[in-house]
């Protein structure tokens, strides 16, 4: 018996033993196939032919290949050339449930919800009667601790973007103690001049993703790529801590690393304050995932809540990639367990719309202020809330846990394996990722050669490999994704 085999073995044993104290989820009746089969080549013929014909009408630098949705099943992604992958990236980390799901089928072939798909409203304006209701079901139903209100949007961009501009309003209405905006302001606002558009910043940090909108982007700090030529604002950007991994056996250095930032946090609040710049507030993914997967601990994320306490700046926790149980808990930084809830939460992706949820000083004090016409897609909640129940009513938290368990021990002895190749296996839940010690390059092969095996896997940061499947994905998945890995590794080295 392979060692990857005894390791995987004795994960699951080890689960074995601890089921009669969790609460085993149900078993998923998933109808999809039993692997991955491949049968061309990574474009197939039929997507080079689609290419073509889609080139000519817009660039398509980012196309993979074409997919045959109708016949890609739970877990499987199938391809316009026959090719069945095992998905675990599911469309940029955004399909909660995977490929057809019958309790998504269902809601969109219900003819009750017929009218909500074909009229589709301007929500701000005129929103349908069960609206109030849907929110409540969908969204509320899954509510940070502590925000009892919700702005819905489309997009994760669109949520971050409006999320922050929600905070310069309530920064603005708090200076002006409840009087109303000045004639000045008012004229001021516009031409983008002082005081109707104050000189207000927000805090990032060094190697987050919140977006490609223009306010967003001035937050994002992955990649060169998604920057450059665009005017931004001078903002203040704090170093994210960069731990080592395993985190448990490195404690003292990372501590002392997040202590670092943290006191840079406080520096820029003190400098950009000085200068006249306030700092309004600080937005903060859960884990940095477009960055390469960066953790840091639950007391870094205590402290920088407590800093902005402290400075009377908003928290604003965008959850966007890590929200809706991939870390096995419904959103990420309910395990950090805070005193004080955020500001704020984003969300966007597998909640399959996006928004914010807020506390109530952040509701905007008149119309129009946070606003766009569509606000969102009503359909979109209803979808929500069959993905709510479905994951109460599989237990499907409880499969992530025990799902992630298996992959994260199977990657980790893969990087015992090939400890030439692969360093740093991380993650919470199913939220993993595992770094490439030859790079860019040597993870992008890796991909590729994964990918030629019939497994849909998706690359962060510099030289990150990252795991991002559905909250169907199962033990016997995450086997199939250790042993095609090993595979590989194996060729390549
Ligand atoms: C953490 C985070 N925030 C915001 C976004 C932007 O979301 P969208 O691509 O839907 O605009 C992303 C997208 O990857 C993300 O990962």
Redesign the pocket.
Known sequence: MSLLRKTLQSSLSSLKQVRHVLAAPKKLSLDEFDGPSIKTDIPGPRSKELLRELNSLSTTHEVQFFCNYEESKGNYLVDVDGNVFLDIFMQ??SLPLGYNHPALLKVLNDPANLSTLVNRPALGNLPPADFPLRVQNSLIAVAPKGLTNVKTMA????S?ENAYKAIFMWYMTKQRGGAPPSPEELETCMYNKSPGAPDLTLMSFTGA????TLG?LATTHSKAIHKLDIPSLDWPIAPFPQLKYPLEEHEAENRAEERRCLDQVHALFREYTSAGRPVCGVVV?PVQ??GGDNHASPEFFRELRAITKEYGAAFLV?E???GVGVTGSWWAHDLWQLDDPPDIV?F??KMLG?GYFHTEEFRANSGYRIFNTWLGEPSKLAMCEAVVKTVQEENLLENVRQAGSVLLDGLKHLQTKYPTQLENARGLGTFIAIDCKGGDAHRNKILTDLKRKGIQSGGCGERTIRCRPALIFQPHHAEMVVNAMDEVLAEQA
């Open positions: 940029i980390s997009c994760g961009s669109c971050n993703f919140h977006g490609r967003c993914e995932a477009e965008d966007v990639q890590t984003t966007a992706k996006g």
